[in-house]
């Protein structure tokens, strides 16, 4: 029954911080974005760290050592899991620095090309080499899921 509990206090640690950055953000009252980013990020990892500790100890203790067994000897694993989630980082930081350089070189070109229209094909190369950056992630996580 724990096993179904244990998600709860997770979820509600990751939310909190979310929920009241978005009540300041609705009444108007003034707050630190970067500071809020940060808690939230680190209640997330926390959370996670917590989570992946404790799972193997709430299996054993509800019975699962049968299931986790069955499951090694089907081929899946700890390992399986940790490949996955190495494949998914390179992809989703990838496509978060690609959306950072894509806006800002973004804006930076249509103010360029707003003053003189003969700038439009050097600006069209700067956007493009951030989208770059996304395509690189993607093959890095292709090679870990075939490696």
Do not use: C, Q, W
Request: charged fraction near 10%; charge should be positive.
């Amino acid at each position: 029954m724990l096993i179904y509990l244990l998600p709860i206090p997770a979820l509600a640690m990751i939310i909190i911080p979310l929920v009241i950055a978005i009540r300041k953000a609705h009444s108007g009252v003034k707050f630190n974005r970067r500071r809020t980013i940060l808690l939230n990020s680190g209640m997330f990892i926390g959370t996670m760290i917590i989570m992946t500790l404790l799972m193997p100890v709430i299996a054993a203790a509800e019975g699962a050592p049968e299931a986790a067994a069955a499951a090694v000897h089907a081929g899946a694993s700890v390992g399986d899991g940790m490949k996955y989630l190495a494949a998914a980082l390179p992809t989703g930081l990838a496509t978060i620095g690609t959306g950072i350089a894509v806006g800002n070189a973004a804006s930076a070109a249509i103010g360029a090309v707003s003053e003189d229209e003969k700038t439009f094909s050097k600006a069209l190369i700067f956007v493009a080499l951030g989208e770059g950056v996304a395509i690189y992630g993607l093959l890095v996580s292709i090679l870990i899921l075939n490696g």
